[in-house]
């Protein structure tokens, strides 16, 4: 049975830092394309980061240099950390794995076939 469950959201300060956890559950842990998506009120599901079972991630381009995705292989848990916190960032953010691709990591949402609950982000000034 997969089960994810996203934690370490809540309310942060602009310039701040956050560090969300994925906790996965099933045997999928590194061996599908994992992801991490933000979605606000009345929005599409937008990937900001995705990683594959060999390690390669990719970055929403407006994202690249603040926000990382790592997975740590001991806790089969998986991490968004997002320094320098903007407003901009406030939304949900979404633990997704895409069981159908090992190699390339899709960004539609629809590819993802699993998901977490979300966990929301507030950022202020």
């Known amino acids: 049975q997969v089960g994810l469950v996203e934690s370490g959201g809540g309310s942060a300060q602009a310039r701040g830092s956050l560090r969300l956890s994925c906790t996965v559950t099933?045997?999928?842990?590194?061996?599908?394309?994992m992801a991490w998506f933000r979605q606000g009120p009345g929005d599409e599901r937008e990937r900001v980061a995705s990683?594959?079972?060999?390690?390669?991630?990719r970055y929403a381009e407006y994202v690249k240099g603040r926000f990382t995705i790592s997975q740590d292989g001991a806790n089969n848990h998986l991490y968004l950390e997002i320094k320098n916190l903007e407003e901009g960032d406030s939304d949900r953010y979404y633990c997704?794995?895409?069981?159908?691709?090992?190699?390339?990591?899709?960004?539609?949402?629809?590819?993802?076939?699993?998901w977490g609950q979300g966990t929301q982000v507030t950022v202020s000034s």
């Open positions: 997704a794995a895409a069981t159908k691709y090992i190699d390339y990591c899709p960004s539609r949402p629809w590819n993802y076939d699993y």
């Open positions: 099933g045997e999928i842990f590194r061996r599908v394309c």
């Open positions: 990683i594959s079972p060999k390690g390669a991630t």
